[in-house]
């Protein structure tokens, strides 16, 4: 009796300590230089990696003749719904994806308290504009993987959670140069960037 208690958790420690060897995870964290506001900073594709799309629908305003966040960040495969909420009518398009000139997209014009919704699957980032008033514009972020951080006003940044390996780590903001770093995560990994135009 005795014999099979010991073999049961003799068995029962290799299954829990082989686990735990694949379900290491650790964040990603640093600073991003050089550009004032704020940046985003995600995990780029892993070869050989899908990730299921996200079910939440994250919600693009458009209030006080703004897009409201000015910047979303998003996993590739989410749906954005697009929302009025001003009194007058409002527009949604881009002119591309990630540079793609024939990823462009108008989803027209509608009145207040209404939306549409828009699925991204392509990664890359979507440059929001809005015909009936020009002076609006955000961007959504489209990331190839659910490990993505927006920075502090300050550029400090954590990713959480990202399993132990080693990753291409890149760093945006409106205006300045994508820079990309390899990043090795084992229990936790760093990155600093420092952006320019």
Known sequence: MITRIAVRMAAAAVLVAGMGVSAWAGDIEGKVGGMKGKSVVYVDAIAGKTFP???????????????????????????VDFLNSDTVAHNVFWPNIGGDKKQTKNLGTWPKGDKKSFTFDKAGVVPLLCNVHPDMAAYIVVTP?????ETDDAGNYKI????????????WHEGAKNQSKPVTVAGGGKADFTLSK
């Open 145 to 149: 993987t659910p490990y993505f951080a």
């Open 160 to 171: 959480k959670d990202v399993p132990d390996g080693s990753y291409t780590v890149s760093a």
């Open 53 to 79: 799309a996200p079910t939440n629908h994250p919600v693009m305003d458009q209030k006080g003749l703004v897009f409201s966040p000015h910047i979303m960040v998003v996993q590739q495969g989410t749906t």
